[in-house]
Structures are given as C-alpha cells and as structure tokens.
C-alpha cells in the first residue's frame, strides 16, 4: 500500500471528524485549483447536490481572495434559495487560509450558519 501524501491524509482527517459532527446536515463542500475555485452545498443522504457556485464564468482571475470571497457570497445565496441555513463547512485537504477562509467568512456574512 502507498504512503498517502499529507493532502490524502489531511482530507481523510477533515472527513471522519465531519461524519462524527454533521448529523443530517449538508455539507459545504471546497475545492480549489490553481486557477479556479469550486464550492457546492451537498445532502449527503440523498447523495444530490443542493447548491453551487464556481469562479469558472467569472470575468478576471478566479484565483485571488477577491474571487474566493464572491464565490462565497455567490454559494450563500443559492444555499438560502434552496432552503438551507445550516450547513457542516469542508475545506477537504485544504488548509484553513487564504482563499478558503475567505470563502467561508463570505459564506459566514451571506447568512450560512456553520
């Protein structure tokens, strides 16, 4: 079996502490790249995705604070309009910092409970 890198072993961490935690809530799901940054609303129960938003049709980079923060804005907003307030936040491997605390604080602001 190969050795997980610190991102695997990161993400699977961040997962089992949120399985413990969730309960029936939908997950805030973030991905980020070099370019771009993704986030969805998923129920997990049901296996559907709820929301999304992404810098991918955005004019300018998608990979700047400034972005992360719209798309943080942009994902609150499509959250409420589906119903939900209260979501479980997961950064997967990614470090809280930079580009996904800022998606989270944008979240926190547009009135996602988490």
Known sequence: ?????????????VRSALRKRSGD??????HRTGKHIYAQVIDDADGKTLAAASTLGAK??????????KVGKDIAAAAKKA?????????G?????????????????GGLEF
């Open 83 to 91: 119903g939900v307030t209260t979501v479980v936040f997961d950064r």
């Open 93 to 109: 491997g990614f470090l809280f910092h930079g580009r996904v605390k800022a998606l989270a604080d944008a979240a926190r602001e």
């Open 60 to 69: 300018g980079s998608g990979a700047n604070v400034d972005a992360a923060a």
């Open 25 to 30: 809530k939908p997950r805030l799901s973030v």
């Open 1 to 13: 079996m190969a050795k997980l890198s610190l991102f695997e072993r990161r993400r699977q961490r």
